[in-house]
């Protein structure tokens, strides 16, 4: 069983940048994404990054402001997120799993998930 253990998020003002941290206990899977969730909003992926090769994916909501990325020796991954707007307020979960790319912004495809680290950005 995969345990998932997020860090890094906080308070920020508009325009201000946070790194989230997620680490794994061990690699039992392809992919880890970041997901997000606002009230009274779906859930949603925002980014993920595949152990072997390191590709990246990004929903465009975030495109060109968060950055994903990996420390494989320490099962570890890091959503650098920059230009934070107060639409970024949610909670924020990473996930891991056996996924295809194709379904990279599934949920249900992802196995094991984080308890979750809320960012918070005022105007």
């Known amino acids: 069983q995969v345990q998932l253990v997020e860090s890094g998020g906080g308070s920020v003002q508009a325009g201000g940048s946070l790194r989230l941290a997620c680490a794994a206990s061990e690699y039992a899977y392809s992919v880890m994404g970041w997901f997000r969730q606002a009230p009274g909003k779906e859930r949603e992926g925002i980014a993920s990054?595949?152990?072997?090769?390191?590709?990246?994916y990004y929903a465009d909501s975030v495109k060109g402001r968060f950055t994903i990325s990996q420390d494989n020796a320490k099962k570890t991954v890091y959503l650098e997120m920059n230009s934070l707007e107060p639409e970024d307020t949610a909670m924020y979960y990473c996930a891991a799993g056996l996924v295809p790319y194709y379904l990279w912004r599934t949920e249900s495809e992802y196995n094991y998930w984080g308890q979750g680290t809320q960012v918070t950005v005022s105007s």
């Open positions: 990054i595949y152990v072997a090769g390191g590709r990246q």
